[in-house]
């Protein structure tokens, strides 16, 4: 059993001027100074043994105990020591150039100060041995293996070398990484117009090294780094920033115009309000003008009616008080004298003008106070409704102001943003990541891809974020090739679809059958859009429609290998005429009409007997719990030891962000007796299964395929150099998730279990197809 870490560490040429920082690994060829360091490194261990000697010899359990606590990969191997040379062995064995810190340790622990003095001597002939120029490093390869792309990092530096040591690259690093430094080594480093730095480091540390980078922009801008891609994960590249910046600031400016010319719509439509406003007034107020003017006069007509009145009541009294001439005449001549004025005034006319002017003057008294009234009650409605247009006028002149304000402010924002902002621009940098799956988008979405002319020359695969057919629906994802592909190479766009393997896939049916929508913009006329159907049918590849349970990873999960589309899609002089702008092309996926056929799960076969080849896992829960992995015995892919060479790295607690959740295995090319025979890169399949013991079907199968699209750079499949020490190629292609946790145990619906009682579990080889000999 072989831990992760201790094989990715496993070389002895490392170079370090602190017990913190990037682990610098020497060629050989480099200078004659590195023999003598190498010497140094042993005769420092031969030193602290000789002076052991001539102590008291220490208790070794207690050394070994306090080595098992610290160093729990050293656990089988302290059990075999029995002396304390055999402990200064262990400890030579996995010390290197730079980090003897267990032999620190043993120093301290026994407080032996003479040794002290050998182990910090030895400390600075290293710090001083690391001011190496950069210069005489260049296109030099630092480690033999070449790194996993997921355990590898790039740095882009726009500096040159002149000036600058293997010191200042590791002072970089630790900067960048933090304590995670220590667990990055370098690879190589190549100068052009700018140097490229090229590191690798364990898999299971890729998050919390991004995590690190992020939180330490400030210093990649204050070295001038270009790019920093950590595995898939671009996390900081100066030109897609600015590019990004210039569109999200374009979007600003084109949303600040629309709210302008919205604003200017809205104080155009105030000022019309306020204009027909102030018309009512003037139509309102002239109007209570004409009513006070009809008021006064009847107010005269009133007041001379009243005159008129009291004129005849004045005279009708004084004809009553009139006194008597003759006041000896008896009554009788008084009687005929009345009745005679009476006759001469005729009594019925002056009653019957006296009521007629009584009457007249009730009717233009009631006249008078109805209208009185009236105009009372439209004298108060019109001050009312002066007051309220006086009001709203106030309102309306109020928001033309603020409107005035804001279009002001716009103006000057807008101006800023075209003239100041594009300057902050080349200032201001920010990260990105390129993993869209954390948060899936359904439909309609848009994918826009960048980089066209890079993509266009170099031809390689393109892999748009993921998005869902439909909520709890199916994951799916594009692959474009720029420069086309098959019937379409050099003259068309390429498009695919690819299912992944998605949230919901046990509750859904396949395979896959339906059609996509695609909608290629035309962003130079905004019309004439290009839309083209992809099907998903009876004629297409089972691998492009069934379930993905192995595939590609890329930035958004696993897709499959195999998609479904149009190798000819557009062709790519209509395509740069109207569909290109700012280097990037924008896809619209507008419809997805998905369904599956047969059944949800996949049904496993039973395994063919007998097996390739079979290995078991025992105290299978133990190397669980201590983060422990297993190496199988190897295997040929062909009989009687012929073909390639393999053994499976398993990790029953998982690697990297499966850690804990699921149990991860992979495959690794070994050196072979006829490798000379043999065609390199490796490319075939193998299928594996985890066996279900309570029945002979329902295994745990997956299939490994190291093929041209899962190992570009021969990482996986190229042949194992003689020098490897281990024998073993250093990165294997298998599957992070291999078999979830839960699934170990008694599942009783299912009737499977993969861990048996005896707490061991059984794994099969049941094919190997080869395609490279």
């Known amino acids: 059993m072989t831990e992760y870490g201790e094989i990715f560490c496993r070389d002895d040429l490392i170079l370090n001027d602190c017990d913190r920082g990037l682990k610098i690994k020497f060629p050989l060829q480099l200078t004659s100074q590195f023999r003598s360091m190498r010497l140094q490194f042993g005769d420092t261990f031969v030193k602290v043994e000789s002076i052991l000697q001539t102590i008291p010899q220490p208790t070794i359990d207690n050394i070994k105990k306090s080595l098992r606590f610290s160093y729990n990969t050293l656990r089988p191997q302290l059990d075999l020591c029995k002396d304390m040379n055999d402990i200064l062995e262990?400890?030579?064995?996995?010390?290197?150039?730079?980090?003897?810190?267990?032999?620190?340790?043993?120093?301290?622990?026994?407080?032996?100060?003479?040794?002290?003095l050998v182990?910090?001597?030895?400390?600075?002939?290293?710090?001083?041995?690391?001011?190496?120029?950069?210069?005489?490093?260049?296109?030099?390869?630092?480690?033999?293996?070449?790194?996993?792309?997921?355990?590898?990092?790039?740095?882009?530096?726009?500096?040159?070398?002149?000036?600058?040591?293997?010191?200042?690259?590791?002072?970089?690093?630790?900067?960048?990484?933090?304590?995670?430094?220590?667990?990055?080594?370098?690879?190589?480093?190549?100068?052009?117009?700018?140097?490229?730095?090229?590191?690798?480091?364990?898999?299971?540390?890729?998050?919390?090294?991004?995590?690190?980078?992020?939180?330490n922009i400030d210093v990649l801008k204050e070295n001038k780094v270009k790019r920093l891609t950590i595995g898939y994960c671009t996390v900081y590249?100066?030109?897609?920033?600015?590019?990004?910046?210039?569109?999200?600031?374009?979007?600003?400016?084109?949303?600040?115009?629309?709210?302008?010319?919205?604003?200017m719509a809205e104080n155009n439509r105030f000022k019309k309000i306020a204009a027909e406003t102030s018309q009512l007034l003037q139509k309102k107020v002239s109007h209570l003008t004409e009513r006070e003017k009809e008021n006064e006069k009847l107010t005269e007509i009133n007041k001379l009616l009243e005159e008129k009145l009291a004129l005849f009541q004045s005279e009708k009294e004084k004809d009553e008080k009139q006194p008597?001439?003759?006041?000896?005449?008896?009554?009788?001549?008084?009687?005929?004298?009345?009745?005679?004025?009476?006759?001469?005034n005729t009594k019925d006319e002056q009653r019957t003008e006296v009521e007629k002017i009584l009457a007249e003057k009730e009717e233009l008294q009631a006249q008078f106070d109805s209208y009185k009234r009236t105009m009372m009650a439209e004298n108060e409605k019109l001050q009312t409704d002066l007051a309220n247009a006086r009001k709203e006028a106030e309102k309306i002149v109020t928001k033309m102001e603020e409107l005035t304000y804001n279009i002001e402010?716009?103006?000057?924002?807008?101006?800023?943003?075209?003239?100041?902002?594009?300057?902050?621009?080349?200032?201001?940098?920010?990260?990105?990541?390129?993993?869209?799956?954390?948060?899936?988008?359904?439909?309609?979405?848009?994918?826009?891809?960048?980089?066209?002319?890079?993509?266009?020359?170099?031809?390689?695969?393109?892999?748009?974020?993921?998005?869902?057919?439909?909520?709890?629906?199916?994951?799916?994802?594009?692959?474009?090739?720029?420069?086309?592909?098959?019937?379409?190479?050099?003259?068309?766009?390429?498009?695919?679809?690819?299912?992944?393997?998605?949230?919901?896939?046990?509750?859904?049916?396949?395979p896959v059958r339906g059609k996509v929508k695609l909608v290629l913009l035309n962003r130079k006329r905004d019309e004439n859009h290009f839309v083209e159907e992809i099907e998903f049918n009876d004629g297409s590849n089972p691998e492009a429609t069934g379930r993905v349970i192995n595939g590609i990873q890329i930035s958004s999960g696993t897709a499959a290998f195999v998609g479904q589309g149009r190798a000819a899609f557009i062709p790519q002089d209509l395509l740069f005429q109207d569909y290109m702008k700012d280097d990037s092309i924008r896809i619209r996926i507008t419809s997805v009409d998905l369904s599956g056929q047969g059944n949800s799960i996949p049904i496993s076969v039973a395994t063919s007997w007998p097996p390739i080849f079979e290995f078991r896992i025992n105290n299978f829960s133990a190397l669980q719990k201590s983060n422990g992995s297993y190496v199988s015995d190897y295997f040929y892919t062909h009989k009687k030891n012929n073909g390639y060479r393999f053994v499976f790295m398993v990790y029953p607690n998982g690697v990297g962000a499966n850690k804990g959740k699921n149990v991860s295995i992979f495959a690794h090319l070994t050196k072979g007796e006829n490798d000379d025979q043999l065609k390199f890169p490796f490319r075939g399949e193998i299928t594996l299964q985890a066996v279900n013991c309570h029945a002979n079907h329902d295994?745990?199968?997956?299939?490994?395929?190291?093929?041209?699209?899962?190992?570009?750079?021969?990482?996986?499949?190229?042949?194992?150099?003689?020098?490897?020490?281990?024998?073993?190629?250093?990165?294997?292609?298998?599957?992070?998730?291999?078999?979830?946790?839960?699934?170990?145990?008694?599942?009783?619906k299912n009737n499977t279990q993969y861990l048996n009682e005896n707490d061991s579990m059984l794994f099969r080889v049941t094919n190997v197809r080869v395609m490279s000999i």
Request: aromatic content about 8%; overall charge negative.
């Open 324 to 344: 008597l001439t003759v006041e000896c005449r008896s009554n009788k001549e008084l009687k005929e004298q009345i009745f005679k004025e009476n006759n001469e």
């Open 237 to 263: 590249e100066e030109s897609k920033i600015m590019k990004e910046e210039a569109e999200s600031l374009k979007e600003r400016l084109d949303t600040k115009n629309k709210m302008l010319n919205v604003s």
């Open 90 to 116: 262990l400890m030579s064995d996995n010390s290197s150039l730079d980090d003897i810190s267990m032999l620190e340790f043993l120093v301290n622990k026994l407080n032996i100060e003479e040794a002290k």
């Open 409 to 510: 402010i716009m103006k000057n924002e807008a101006m800023m943003t075209e003239n100041d902002q594009i300057t902050q621009l080349k200032l201001t940098r920010v990260p990105t990541l390129h993993d869209d799956w954390r948060e899936p988008h359904t439909l309609p979405v848009e994918v826009l891809m960048t980089s066209f002319a890079s993509h266009h020359k170099s031809n390689g695969y393109w892999y748009s974020p993921s998005f869902y057919s439909h909520k709890k629906g199916y994951k799916l994802c594009l692959r474009v090739r720029a420069n086309g592909e098959s019937e379409g190479s050099g003259t068309h766009l390429s498009i695919h679809i690819h299912l992944m393997r998605g949230d919901h896939d046990d509750t859904l049916k396949w």
């Open 699 to 748: 295994h745990a199968e997956k299939v490994i395929r190291i093929n041209e699209l899962t190992d570009p750079k021969e990482t996986y499949g190229g042949r194992v150099a003689w020098y490897n020490v281990t024998g073993q190629a250093l990165n294997g292609y298998g599957f992070p998730e291999f078999l979830r946790d839960e699934q170990l145990k008694y599942n009783e």
């Open 119 to 215: 182990v910090q001597k030895y400390k600075e002939v290293i710090e001083e041995f690391s001011k190496t120029e950069l210069s005489k490093c260049l296109h030099e390869r630092f480690s033999y293996a070449s790194p996993l792309q997921c355990e590898s990092v790039t740095i882009v530096v726009d500096r040159k070398t002149d000036d600058l040591t293997l010191d200042d690259v590791r002072r970089l690093s630790a900067n960048l990484f933090d304590e995670l430094s220590p667990n990055v080594r370098l690879n190589v480093v190549r100068d052009d117009n700018s140097f490229t730095i090229t590191c690798s480091f364990p898999l299971i540390l890729s998050e919390q090294l991004i995590r690190a980078a992020l939180n």
